[in-house]
């Protein structure tokens, strides 16, 4: 279920005649089993919900009247945001906008516009962007668009991507589930055809995006719950890893959260080991290959000797001619 979703349930339910569970079916193009899971969102969100009757056999869904602000074109619940709410909403409306390179920055800025109706105070910037970094999605607004409705809809799609690991463009027939924005950079987390193995895969790689008429059944795989535990935006073979970092690293090691289950020993030397389950091989090499001599791999073998074969590379690539 996606925000958007959501919200165009919302409208429906609020609506004077509310909502069948057949017409969300078909207004959303959602599964039954979908459907029913949007009433037991709102419920667990605090949404007043209630069961206004029967139109024939079917039972009628509304969302009380009362609890909805009506703008020009669009029916949201009325929010009723505290200072802290507020506050959170500036910050992710106004800071680490990963779009602001594209014409989708002018989406951002409509949105705040309509926000303003039911948070006067929310639009005004408390928190300014680093930009150094960040990826551009200039020319890919209709790729972005494409994603965020088969996302939506459960639309399969075709798609032309560029592959930096087979240095090639490969075309893909995908089951888009999810748009994720990490590191700057927006990804769309798909199962691939027919062999339906899971993928992240960069928006901005896309070459040619077709939207197809099929519509594929909701999926067993959660992304989020894949992603809880995986190092970055790779799901692969989960790893345990326990990395020593030196007294200089360890404060701004120990400052932020690497995995969901992770635990710091310290030492009276000041530094601290960190041992954590994650995914993602390659993400975690890399990683800890930025730290440079601040850290050392201690297990598992695989990726101590991952650290010394770049290393090696790396001696001899700057080695001195005799």
Not at 87 to 101: A, K, M, R, Y
Not at 111 to 133: F, R
Not at 144 to 173: K, M, P, Q, W
């Amino acid at each position: 279920m996606t925000t958007i979703t959501l919200y165009r349930a919302i409208n429906l339910l609020s609506s004077p005649g509310g909502a069948t569970i057949g017409s969300l079916q078909n207004r959303l193009n959602i599964s039954r089993r979908t459907a029913y899971r949007i009433l037991d969102r709102m419920q667990e969100m605090g949404f007043p919900l209630y069961d206004e009757g029967r139109e024939g056999r079917r039972k009628l869904w509304k969302l009380d009247e009362n609890y909805v602000t009506r703008l020009p074109n669009i029916n949201l619940p009325d929010l009723q945001l505290n200072r802290q709410e507020i506050l959170l909403l500036d910050i992710l409306l106004t800071s680490g906008n990963t779009l602001g390179n594209s014409e989708w920055d002018r989406v951002r800025k409509s949105l705040i516009g309509k926000l303003g109706y039911i948070t006067p105070d929310s639009g005004n910037a408390v928190i300014t962007p680093l930009k150094t970094g960040m990826k551009s999605y200039r020319g890919k607004e209709e790729f972005l668009s494409g994603l965020l409705e088969a996302v939506s809809h459960r639309r399969i799609c075709n798609g032309d991507y560029t592959s930096f690991g087979h240095r090639r463009t490969l075309n893909l027939t995908l089951r888009p589930l999810g748009l994720f924005d990490w590191n700057r950079g927006i990804y769309v987390f798909c199962l691939l055809e027919p062999s339906l193995a899971s993928r992240m895969l960069a928006v901005e790689r896309f070459t040619m995006l077709e939207i197809r008429e099929e519509i594929f059944s909701d999926s067993e795989i959660s992304p989020e719950t894949l992603l809880e535990k995986a190092f970055t935006v790779t799901w692969d073979d989960p790893i345990r890893a326990v990395i020593r970092f030196d007294a200089s690293s360890a404060p701004y090691v120990k400052a932020r959260q690497w995995a969901p289950d992770q635990i710091f020993t310290d030492y009276p030397d000041g530094s601290t080991v960190l041992t954590m389950e994650t995914s993602g091989f390659h993400d975690v090499l890399h990683w800890v290959l930025g730290f440079g001599a601040a850290a050392e791999v201690l297990e598992p073998e695989s990726l101590v000797m991952g650290v010394r074969g770049q290393l090696e590379k790396m001696t001899a690539r700057y080695e001195l001619p005799d």
